[in-house]
């Protein structure tokens, strides 16, 4: 009972900014955020310094992580329905379905830590279990939320997963035609 009350006070101390409504600016930066990383990771693999891109790939990623997990909570400040394209954009661009990862997180939180909870399901493993369950991650949260979603999200899904196909796709074609053509070299 004093744990209950002690964190109650704590709580009613804290000063909470999130989700309040953003400033016309911080909308803009919110949907910006990774543009810059994305950029200068485009650029630095065009002149062949893979590593830099690397690591600026990276933190792309991890602001589409922020941008898609405010998305999911639709908190980046634009409507339900820009909200619901930029997830699309986001998907193509990080190569994951947004919206099936959107279920799976919007689940976690209704079931957190339980038998119906896929995301947090690494939580209930050994940490050697959870680094190799990583790359089958993705895979299943795309299965859980196909299984498991309502009809809009199981479109979204799959209009996701075809999306990131054509780009796979569309990258195999321009690797295969960069063969027979030469480009000019940086140095």
């Known amino acids: 009972m004093i744990n209950s ?3 109650k006070e704590k709580l009613e101390k804290v000063k ?8 016309q600016s911080e ?7 990774g543009l810059p990383w994305l950029s200068v990771s485009l650029v630095l693999a065009f002149i062949h310094w893979y590593i830099p891109a690397a690591l600026c790939s990276f ?3 991890l602001c ?9 909570h639709y908190a980046l400040g634009i409507s339900k329905q820009r909200t ?16 099936a990862v959107k279920y799976n997180h919007l689940q976690h ?7 119906k909870d896929v995301e947090g399901s690494s939580a209930r493993m050994k940490w050697w279990q959870a680094i190799l369950m990583g790359p089958l991650f993705p895979i299943k949260l795309n299965v859980n939320a196909l299984k498991n979603a309502n009809s809009s999200i199981r479109k979204w899904v799959i209009a996701e997963n075809f999306a990131i196909g054509l780009v796979l796709f569309l990258d195999l074609l321009l690797e295969i035609a960069s063969s027979f053509f030469t480009l000019p070299q940086c140095s």
């Open 64 to 72: 589409g992580l922020r941008q898609c997990h405010n998305g999911f």
């Open 5 to 7: 009350i002690y964190t």
């Open 16 to 23: 909470w900014k999130d989700l309040l409504q953003l400033k």
């Open 109 to 115: 939180h209704k079931h957190c830590l339980d038998e």
């Open 27 to 33: 909308k803009i930066a919110e949907i910006f955020i």
């Open 84 to 99: 619901e394209a930029f997830l699309f954009l986001l998907s193509t661009l990080m190569l994951c379905s947004m919206h």
């Open 59 to 61: 933190m792309f990623f």
